[in-house]
């Protein structure tokens, strides 16, 4: 119960001081639903303590690990320096007519020899911070907030073995030199993570000096996407490429502090995004060319659910823009619901499973919209019996979401809407 009080007095002490709210609030979530949790957790609701325990197991994993840091797997023969993130595009093969001319592109089927390190330490990264940022908050510990700092300050923060704020070496092709963007998308779980960093924060553990730091790099990593020739790039893309980086733009800018082009970039993302990008009846054509046409029109779902959340923040509401077509982005959802709990019925190339079970956009329109019928589905057809199908990490932010997702859907269907204020 004393555990329970000190994080209670915290949130207030929060929503009560406007510097560090502008800085440090929830982006997807809110205090009302920080209250609701601890409270289910501190009754001992047994799918609340369920989830929690899967993050702290999660958060146990990486107590005695190492940080994970990019220099520790170094390419000289592509870039001299080794704090450089290096990849290459996922679907990009030999030529079998001549090996030393350019990889040519095979959609949707990824060649397992290309360089992956960096993208899979920065994958280990996030899961690693986000389970000890969430159990520390969660479990009031703050050996789990000590060693959540410690994998922060490798990866971003030393001179040592911190990345270097730009993907200029990300998606690489080999045998084809060229500057290209698609690479910027690598990073797109970092519009969670900076949640994690939020919860963080507020335990009180994390020292000024390194959440500050961990700020600039961010800052650093904004100019480069917003005035570099990658940026540019990834920005005309127009699928679901564009999709993430405009996310990409609005969370770190909420995280950082910087409202510098939101107008700019609520335009953008109505009349180059959402007019370009769905049709009619919701379908859409950019993702369905591809070979997993459904992965691919749920992924760029959840980045403009993504980027809808965080413009919300500074009062723009994309979520009920409707384009030329009388589009939305409602349209879409409705256009993919039938095929979440039936992906067999799906008619469009797919070469593989769909490598989601319950798509985070759907959660995102749902706690956006404060929708019952969203939340609804979004826990019906989740998997309960193991996380990990069809994804392709342990992802302790999906956990988090779960259990908002329910406490959010309980207050719905107990007629308790009044409990959360105005957004």
């Not at 809110?30 to 799918?47: F, H």
């Not at 330490?121 to 940022?133: G, I």
């Not at 909420?254 to 009619?280: K, V």
């Amino acid at each position: 119960m004393i555990r329970f009080i000190k994080i209670i007095i915290t949130l207030l002490v929060i929503v009560c001081s406007d510097t560090v709210a502008q800085q440090n609030e929830f982006l997807y979530f809110r205090t009302d639903d920080m209250t609701g949790l601890k409270t289910a957790l501190v009754n001992g609701e047994t799918y609340y303590l369920g989830n929690a325990g899967k993050i702290k197991k999660l958060a146990e994993s990486f107590m005695n690990e190492e940080p994970f840091t990019i220099v520790s797997s170094v390419r000289p023969d592509i870039c001299s320096d080794p704090h450089n993130y290096i990849s290459e595009g996922p679907y990009w093969w030999p030529d079998p007519e001549d090996p030393d001319a350019a990889f040519i592109r095979k959609d949707g089927i990824r060649n397992p020899d290309r360089f992956q390190d960096h993208k899979n330490l920065l994958l280990k990264m996030y899961v690693a911070v986000s389970a000890l940022s969430f159990a520390a908050y969660l479990y009031d510990d703050m050996r789990y907030a000590n060693k959540a700092v410690e994998f922060i300050d490798t990866w971003f923060n030393n001179p040592e073995t911190r990345m270097n704020p730009n993907l200029k070496y990300a998606q690489l092709i080999r045998n084809k030199p060229v500057v290209r963007g698609v690479g910027i998308i690598e990073t797109h779980r970092f519009t969670l993570l900076t949640e994690a960093f939020n919860f963080l924060y507020i335990t009180g553990y994390w020292r000024d000096e390194s959440a500050l730091k961990t700020k600039n790099w961010f800052r650093d990593f904004l100019h480069w996407l917003k005035e570099s020739e990658y940026g540019l790039d990834e920005k005309l893309r127009g699928n679901n490429h564009s999709s993430w980086y405009a996310a990409q733009i609005a969370v770190y800018s909420f995280f950082t502090g910087d409202s510098s082009g939101i107008g700019g970039l609520f335009d953008y993302s109505r009349h180059f995004l959402i007019d370009n990008q769905i049709e009619s009846n919701g379908a859409q054509p950019l993702e369905e060319i591809r070979t997993l046409s459904l992965n691919y029109s749920s992924f760029n779902l959840s980045a403009l659910l993504t980027l809808s959340a965080a413009l919300k923040k500074y009062g723009y509401n994309l979520y009920n823009y409707s384009n030329p077509q009388n589009a939305s982005l409602e349209t879409a959802i409705s256009y993919l619901t039938p095929f979440l709990e039936e992906p067999g019925k799906w008619n469009k190339i797919q070469i593989k499973p769909v490598s989601e079970d319950a798509p985070a956009y759907l959660a995102f329109a749902g706690l956006l919209k404060d929708d019952q019928n969203y939340l609804d589905l979004y826990l019906r057809i989740k998997n309960e019996d193991d996380e990990t199908v069809n994804s392709s990490i342990d992802d302790p932010f999906r956990y988090f979401l779960n259990m908002i997702v329910k406490i959010r859907l309980n207050n719905k269907m107990k007629g308790n809407n009044g409990n959360y204020g105005k957004e």
